[in-house]
C-alpha cells in the first residue's frame, strides 16, 4: 500500500544533545535588494538560480520537515519578497496550518516590498512578521542598507498592521550607528504595538564594515534602558533565542539576542536549509548537509527524511562564536544565504 507522502507522519526531530527540533527557518533566495553594511559586501556573489530549489521542491522540503515534528516555520532569504510568487508557497504551506501539523508561518524581511505584499500574506495564512529597522533616521538609513528609504519600510510595516498581522522590528545594534538611538526605536515600537528585538553583531560573512568596531554587548544597552526605565525580565519565548523583559512605562517587550555575550544554545531548537537545500545545522559552524540530492533523488520521500535524520543526530552542542573572530569572519557562508 502506498503512502501519501503529503499526510504520513514521522518520527520527530531530536539531536544528540536531546534537543527537539522544532523551528526551521528556509531561506527562499540568497538575493537582496538592499546591500546592508553588516550582512553583504560590496559585490556580493549570488549563487547561480539553476541551483536554487524550486517553489515545489521549497513545499516538499518543508513540508516533510512538519510532518517530522517542525511546529514553526520561517521564511527568509535574502529578501523573501523579492522571490517570485513567494506568496504562492506560503498558500500552499498554509495547509499544514488548517491541519494542525503547523503552529505558523512568519517570514523575516527589510520591508522593503512589505506594503505590495501585506495584503496577500495575511491572505494566505501569515499572522506574525519580523521587520528588520535598525534606525529611524532615513540619513542613518539609507547609509547602513546602501540605498533603502525608510519611509517605503515604515509605509510597509503600516500595512502589515493594517492587513491584520502582527508584526516585529529586529535590530541589529552598532557602535557610533544605532547604538545610542535604541530608546527612540523601543518608543516608536512600543508607541505602534509592536516588540523589539536587539541583536548583537555575529562574525557571519564576509563585509567591509569593522565588526570588532562596531560590537556593542546587549548587556551595556539593557543597562542604559534600564536607567531610563523600569525593566521586568519574562519568561515569554517566540520560538527563537531571545530573551525578553517588559518596560513597565510604556508596556512593551523588547528581546535581547545574544550571540556573542551570552550563548543560549543549550535548548536550541532551530536548524536552517538555504534556497540551495544544504540544512545549516547551528549559525556559529561551517557544516551543513545536503538535502538536495536527496530530494531530487526520488519522488518519494523516504530518502529525504533520512537525510534529515541523519544530519539532525550531526547537530552540534553549541556554536563557536568568539570576540577575537570579530575582526574577521568566522563563518565565510554569508547571512543571506544562511537566512535570518
Known sequence: ????????????????????????????????????????????????????????????????????????????????????????????????????????????????????????????????????????????????????????VLDGIAAAQAAGMAVKINTVVQAGVNDRAIPDLVRFAHGHGMDLSLIETMPVGAVAADRAGGYVPLDRIRAALAARFTLTDLPDRSGGPARYVRIAEIGGRVGFITPMSHGFCGDCNRVRVTCTGRLVLCLGRSGAADLRAALRASEGDDALVAAIHDAIGQKPQSHSFALDQLGRPAIVRGMNATGG
Open 1 to 152: 500500500m502506498s503512502i501519501d507522502r503529503s499526510t504520513a507522519v514521522r518520527p520527530a526531530l531530536v539531536d544528540a544533545f536531546g534537543r527537539r527540533i522544532s523551528y526551521l527557518r528556509v531561506s527562499v533566495t540568497d538575493r537582496c535588494n538592499y546591500r546592508c553594511t553588516y550582512c553583504l559586501g560590496d559585490h556580493p556573489v549570488f549563487v547561480p538560480k539553476r541551483e536554487v530549489l524550486s517553489l515545489d521542491e521549497l513545499d516538499r522540503l518543508c513540508s516533510a520537515f512538519v510532518r517530522c515534528g517542525v511546529r514553526r516555520l520561517r521564511l527568509t532569504g535574502g529578501e523573501p519578497l523579492t522571490r517570485r510568487n513567494v506568496v504562492g508557497l506560503v498558500e500552499s504551506l498554509s495547509r499544514h496550518l488548517a491541519d494542525g501539523m503547523l503552529d505558523e508561518i512568519t517570514m523575516t524581511t527589510n520591508g522593503a516590498l512589505l506594503g505590495r505584499f501585506a495584503d496577500a500574506l495575511a491572505a494566505a495564512g501569515m499572522r506574525r512578521i519580523n521587520v528588520s529597522v535598525d534606525t529611524l533616521d532615513p540619513a542613518v538609513f539609507a547609509r547602513v542598507t546602501r540605498g533603502g528609504d525608510l519611509r517605503v
